[in-house]
């Protein structure tokens, strides 16, 4: 009978699981290097934007650190900019992405996943096909319909372009392909309807694929500087990224502090959500991927 000591020592980790010593120090060394390059220009916005007006954010004499660390920045910013006007359009665009998204995604994805009927892989095909062309090769066609449409400097003309992407549809359509068939076979048998069983089957096991979605619409929808800049006018009808880049303008005096301020306070609720969100997103990166 082995005691609870010899249980543990099998249970514990041994350093020959994870290779050899200099195998891990180049693991981590690696892993460290990756680290720096993604997350170390987010912390050097955030430390510039606590600096005082007596230290360099740029030059020879410029410090890493602050020595004198302030708020000022972002006091600034909260009194000379309507942030909270800002936000709110952010947020008016972003729930308007998502629900949409969400909705067309699915539906879209769902009837790509069902096999037998005529034209499906051709609508598959051209899904994928209209991922190749960026959007800077449609900018111009899409101005012209927001234009046509009388949404120039609206909200909903921001919205509009992206209220369904390829990319989140094809990934609907290899979640519900990961449910096995006889599943719904089963719910067929028991008299579910169609509309049942995307209900109660196949949206539950493809709640890491909608995290996906949610997250990835949030992400495009609250960081996007292109075409708001294009279609909106009215300062009132801004959004976050779009009025903060006015920090930039002579009329704040080119103080770098604000730039980095802004950029921090732009990336902060991004990063809120993945936290919040990065079990279910790995898990819909994996399950999407499967016969996509």
Not at 74 to 85: G, L, M, N, W
Not at 178 to 198: C, K, N, T, Y
């Amino acid at each position: 009978m082995t005691t609870v000591v010899e249980r543990r020592r099998r249970l514990l980790p041994r350093w020959r699981d994870y290779g050899r010593p200099r195998d891990l120090v180049v693991r981590y060394l690696l892993l460290l290097f990756v680290l720096a390059i993604t997350v170390g220009p987010l912390v050097w916005q955030f430390l510039a934007s606590l600096k005082s007006t007596s230290e360099d954010v740029f030059g020879a004499n410029a410090s890493l650190l602050p020595h004198h660390p302030t708020l000022r920045a972002y006091r600034a910013i909260f009194e000379q900019v309507p942030v909270a006007t800002y936000i709110r359009n952010s947020l008016i665009v972003v729930v308007l992405s998502i629900a949409s998204q969400l909705v067309f995604s699915a539906t879209a994805g769902y009837m790509l996943s069902k096999p037998g009927w005529k034209g499906r892989r051709a609508v598959w095909v051209l899904l994928a096909a209209s991922m190749m062309f960026p959007f800077e090769s449609i900018m111009v066609s899409l101005f012209l319909s927001i234009r046509d449409l009388g949404l120039v400097d609206s909200v909903v003309g921001v919205w509009l372009p992206g209220f369904v992407g390829a990319i989140n549809v094809l990934l609907m359509r290899g979640a519900f392909l990961a449910v096995p068939r006889e599943i719904e076979d089963s719910a067929m048998l028991d008299g579910a309807s169609e509309w049942q069983r995307f209900r109660h089957l196949y949206l539950p096991s493809a709640w890491g694929a909608i995290m996906v979605v949610v997250i990835n619409t949030f992400i495009s929808a609250w960081d996007d500087f292109l075409w708001p800049l294009i279609v909106l006018r009215s300062d009132s009808h801004f959004t976050l990224t779009l009025g903060l880049a006015r920090l930039q303008s002579s009329s704040f005096g080119y103080d770098q502090r604000l730039v980095m301020a802004g950029a921090v306070i732009s990336v902060v609720p991004v990063l809120v959500l993945f936290v919040i969100t990065q079990r279910w997103f790995y898990k819909g990166v994996s399950a999407g991927a499967v016969k996509f």
